[in-house]
């Protein structure tokens, strides 16, 4: 059985998160870096991380390292790695993505088209050719260079991972499915508590949480470009990971049977929001699982003892945003404070937060994207009634 190693892309901060789910799946844990977890897979592997992690990015399967620090050393180091025993002769091949950080070499543009041509030139030798029609399975690279060390990964995944496929629509500044999988599993948030998300958006969050409750995984109802390589990861992978994915679904929660109703729900003010989460929450299955309603914040309430708030809130990205944002953080903190026993998880690049919801018991720094954000924990409070 030949093995790889293989790496999970993840956000910043939130590597723990993937961590855990790789273990979970069964596999070895090679390295962790900062928005990087590594672990020791073979083909079967492959399949079950795309289809299983909730956290991670995509799925990169590593095919060589070196340094390098001139264009010369980047042409030589390429062409010395083992690219036939990944690419075969009919194989569509190219640098997707080269990045950058703290080297001598910093040009994606040049650094794509050197190591293309020492690809052709390594693989050319080894398949006595001089060209390449390039018409079979597309085996996609991405390169990685960190003060003049570079990783060359083949890029298993395609699309990125937080495209399930269920969310068509958006609101303003969405969070993506990965972030709100992580958040979730971060806040360790259960079925049987109730869950609510007073300014839902477009559903990510309780879309993410219905899926979790239910066994349905994230990556069970799309396309993954691996899928095309049967030189490295046979047919019969996919479809067992698929077979596994749908016997682990929760029958019964779907089904709503005795004891199994969930409660999530997603409250938003803006009505045009209320159908786009309807509509992915269906396609994502779970459209009976989540109860979506036309809701002021300042009108949430719940009479249940024990559950989660989490959201997304707005950041003030605009100035005359800003302005609103500290009689909303007010009111979040009051409708939490209403509530009986109740924690609060919210993330935000709004650095005033805390002045108006109180000091946060945890306070992780995540990045979005490139953006800094805060993701704030409050644990249980009392109910503080209202004057």
Known sequence: MKTYELMAPCHFGLESVTKKEIYELGYEISDVRDGRVSFIGDAEAIAR??????SAERILLKVGEFRAESYEELFQGTRALPL?????????????????????????RDIQSVMKKAMVDRLGRIYHRSWFE????????????????????????????????????????????????SLLLLSGWRAELPLIDPMCGSGTFLIEAAML?????????????????SNLVPRKHWNEAVTEANEQIDRAILAGGAGRVLDIQGYDIDP????????????AGVGKLIHFQLRELAKLSHSGRGGYLITNPPYGERIEDR?????????????????????????????????????????RKIYNGMMKTYFYSYGIRPRQEKK
């Not at 990125?160 to 709100?180: C, D, F, N, V």
């Not at 409750?213 to 390589?229: H, M, N, Q, V, Y």
């Not at 045009?272 to 396609?283: G, I």
């Not at 009111?331 to 650095?351: F, P, V």
């Open 84 to 108: 036939e025993e990944f690419i075969p002769e009919d194989g569509s091949f190219w640098v997707t993505k080269a990045s950058s950080i703290n080297s001598k070499l910093y040009s994606p």
């Open 213 to 229: 409750a239910a066994g349905i995984a994230p990556g069970a109802d799309r396309a993954f470009t691996a899928e095309g390589w």
């Open 272 to 283: 045009a929001m209320l159908p786009v989460c309807r509509e992915n929450a269906e396609r």
């Open 134 to 181: 390039e018409h079979g399975a597309k085996y996609p690279f991405r390169v990685s260079l960190y003060k003049d060390q570079l990783t060359l990964a083949l890029d298993t995944s395609g699309e990125s991972l937080h495209k399930r496929g269920y969310r068509l629509k958006a609101g303003k500044a969405p969070i993506t499915e990965t972030l709100a999988a």
């Open 49 to 54: 991380a795309n289809i299983f992690i909730r």
């Open 323 to 363: 302005r609103n944002l500290p009689l909303l953080y007010t009111e979040l903190r009051e409708a939490w404070e209403g509530l009986d026993h109740w924690k609060l998880y919210l993330i935000t690049a709004y650095e005033d937060a805390q002045r108006y919801l109180g000091r946060a018991d945890k306070n």
